[in-house]
Structures are given as structure tokens and as C-alpha cells.
């Protein structure tokens, strides 16, 4: 009928058996060392250390002595467990004001003195009834400023606990999301991710057409260079013409309805504009369609140049829908072949102020590959493009750009240019240009083995220019001792561990280390550096055989 208490309890002797060195086996807290998981624990290290699953209990010492050994032991671990638990208070007071981000607690609010046994500093903090921070913390109602406040502690012993405990905290929340006003935000997120796809997939269905707008579209197409049923016939340049019906042109174009009154007075049947036929039948097919079939036309450099063309013409017809339909064409047929660039580039010159925006865009594809861009294989000569495809104003656009810093990239194109030409006449012409041209190029870059083979032999360079290049090696060598450094490296690509590493690439700026970024089923690499005075990302990716930058 006694009931035992804790503190006058004491276990039988064979719980109190020691280890085979003589040391009490560990236990997580000073109860353990009372209930019967302490003797299991004993009996399982007894059965284990003498290679015996059911040994006896071994002599043990006597009562009072194995109590006192138990009390200090328990002692040692109360200790130490009270110095890890101010050290843990006085670290979630730096988490709690990271939480409060850094501002100053409420007189208010309780407070409580902790002391620190290895900082040996004091510090205040609030009552820790909650593992969050009361949400009366965060208010402002009495204009005072919530927080924490230390005492006798440097700012940066302050500044650099809060650092840590904030890096732990967002490592924390990125792995499991943090719980705020009974929702995750983690959930949250995600389900803001959901309403966005939602709402996407609800804008693509409303803008998605019909089965009657399909129809009617397939069946305009048919009315394609169809005499019967046309009225009139739209000239171009080369001499094409294309029949269209003008009661469908009047609807989609206001360019074209002004045009047709003209007409009605004059009895003209036959209207001529500056672009080619072809360009042409692409703008009646828009009117007719709402779009451009792209895979009517191959991958080539007509198609290219045929796109710019369109891209101007658009603008000229009021049809702004077209015009970004057809930067979305030049997008993809670049992606596909890199060399279209070339013609793409020459063709935006002659519009002028209207295709700039595809010349900046073709022009910056170019700089940033030059080798894979201009120096195209001659099994590829089907599609066309590269430096062939430049005219001599577009080429001495491309060697004198800023941005183009390929020293022997640049002479390759020259020659290749030169080389290449259709006829004697023209070869002698572009002769005298690619000479001037050369004006340009940084020689003493170029490696004194190429210098002195296919430079030389080229015809392109005077031979002062050699020397002045020989010159300018020859005292670099004599100050700096060894200048292979200084010699422009041929562009290349290769993979060291995880990372991509560019050398020689046409735009300074764009070499360097690049990291994965894998792009839906592209591999990606990307980049950050400051190009033209702002920060932009650089991508790398491959499309055989060539590594392309971006």
C-alpha cells in the first residue's frame, strides 16, 4: 500500500551492473537510470561485450557506492545539458529577431536574463512561451519598434550571428516551406503556379480559332493564285505577278483599301509595290489565312531574305499582327541554321529604319559565332548563307563592329569572301575592298606561324603591315619575356567537371565559365557579365557540330 517516489526509489542490484570497461552505459536523460529500459540497455552491452546472449548479472558494488557514481554522472550531463540550452535560448533570440526582421522588442513584453557560460555576455530576451514570435511582436501600435535588445556585445558579433542564423533558416525553409497564417507557403506557390497554368490554358482556348474559322481559313487558301476568281494582280520587282481579289485585301489592309479607290477611277487592274513577288503572294496569303505557312518554304536563303521582305512589307500594308509573326519566323529558321544570319542581315540593311530590329538581332548572332556563323562547310551550300551572302557594305559592317574581336576570324572571312567570287571582274573588286578592310585587324594578335604562311601568301596584307605586326611581337616578347597570352585563341569550347569553358569566342564579354541550365529537353549552359553596360545572361548550347552562344 506504499506509494514509492522517484526521489527514495532505488533499482535492484543487477540493474546497476557495469559495463565490461567499468563505465556506465550512456542513457538519454538522468530518468533513464530508474525505469527498465536502463537494464535492457545494460543487459544487451553485458550479452554483447562477453560474445553471451543470457549472462547473469555481474558483482556489483555495493548500494551506496553505485548511487553515488549514478548522482554524479547525473550531475556531469545536468550541466552540461543546462550550458547547451542557454547557448541554444541565446541563439534563438539572434533566429527571433532575424524573424522580427532586426527591429527592437517592446518594453512591454516580459523579459528574461540568460547567461552565457562561453560568451560570457549577457542577454536580454523575451519570454520563450511560443516558438514563433507573438504576432503583437510585428505591430506598431505603441510607435515603438519590435525586437531584440543586446547587451554587452559587439554590432558585428550581433550582425554576424544574425548572418548565420538566417542562411540556416532559409536552408530550412527551401527544403521543407514554412507554415504562415495555417496555409504553406510552399502550397501557396504552388497553387498560385496552378491558377497561372489555369488561366493560360483558359486564354489559349479563348484565343484558340474554331472549327469554323479553320474552315474558312482552308478554304481562302485554295484562292490562292487563282485568275478565275481574282480581279486584280499585284507586280513586284522581279516582274511576278499575283492575283488576288481586292474586296479581301480592302477588309484586312487600310493600305490596300486606299490603293483600290484609286482604282475604281483609274480602271487599273495591275497595282505595282517595291517588294518582289514573292514577298507579295506571302502578304496576300496572310490577308486571306491570318497567317504565313511557314512550312511551305525550305531553309534557305531565299526564304530568309523573303521573311525580311515580309517583316518591311507589313509595316508598309498597316498589318502589325504580321510583322510579329514574321520576327517569330526569323527566330526559328536562325535557331535551325545559324549561317542565315548572314543574308538576313544584308537583306534588313536595304530597308533601313523599319527591319532594325532584325538587324540588330542578326548582327549580334554574328559577333557572338563568328567562325560557325560566316565560315560555313561547303557541304551546306545548299541552304546557303555565312559570308558569301554579304554584300560589301554588310561585310564592312561586320569587320569593322565593335563587337567582332576575332582577329584571324575576321582575315579567314576575307579571303573566303574574296575567293569565292563569281567572276574575275568581281574577284578583282572585292580584292580592293577586302584590302582596305584589313585596316581593321589587329595582326600582331594573330600567331607569327600564321603571319608568315597564310597571311602572307594571302596578297590581302601590304607587306609594311606584316612588319609593323612582327614590330609590335617582337618588343612584346622582349618586355614581357613569354606572350603566348597575348596571341588571340582560336574559338573553342570544352567541358571541365560540371562546367563549360569558351575561349576565342567572337564578343570578349561572352567568354568564360558557363554553368548547366537545362531548358525544357535543351541542355543549356548560362552565364552572367556585364555586355554594353548592363548585366545580361549568355547561353551556350550545342546543335552538331557547332556550340552556339546567345
Known sequence: DTVLKPS??????SVMSLGQHGKLPRASSFNDFFDGNYADKTKRINSVSTGRHDSSPRRSRSRSRATKEMEVVGRQRSRSRSRKRSERVAYTDIEQSVKCYGNVYD???TKQRIYSPEKEKRIERPDRKHEMPPKHWNSHEDGGRVGCNFTQSTRFEQMELMLQSQQKKNKYDEKIG???????????HQSQHALELDRTRASSASLAPSIELIDLANDLRKLLYDEKNSDI???????????????ILSARSPSFRRRLQEIDSTGVTVLSFRYNSSVLGAIVEYCYTGSVDSSCYPDDEATARMYVGVYDAAEYFELPRLRKVMLKHNHHLLARWRPLACPIFDEALLYGDSAKDIAILSRKIICMNPEAVLLTPEDDGIRGGGVLSLSTSSLSRVITSDDFNGEWTKFCCLKVWVNNAPDKKSTTDRRAVAQKLTMNIQFSRIQPSDLSGVVASSGLVSSEHLLDAYKHQAFLAERDGDIRDFFEKRSSV?????IMIVHGAGVNETNGVYVSNTNKDLLMYSMKNIYQNKEVTFYLYRSKPYWYLG
Open 178 to 188: 514554412i507554415e504562415e497564417e495555417h496555409y504553406s507557403i510552399q502550397e501557396h
Open 494 to 498: 570544352y567541358a571541365r567537371g560540371g
Open 233 to 247: 494582280y499585284l507586280r513586284g520587282t522581279d516582274g511576278g505577278r499575283i492575283p488576288a481579289v481586292s474586296a
Open 107 to 109: 518594453d512591454s513584453i
Open 8 to 13: 527514495i526509489y532505488r533499482p535492484p542490484i
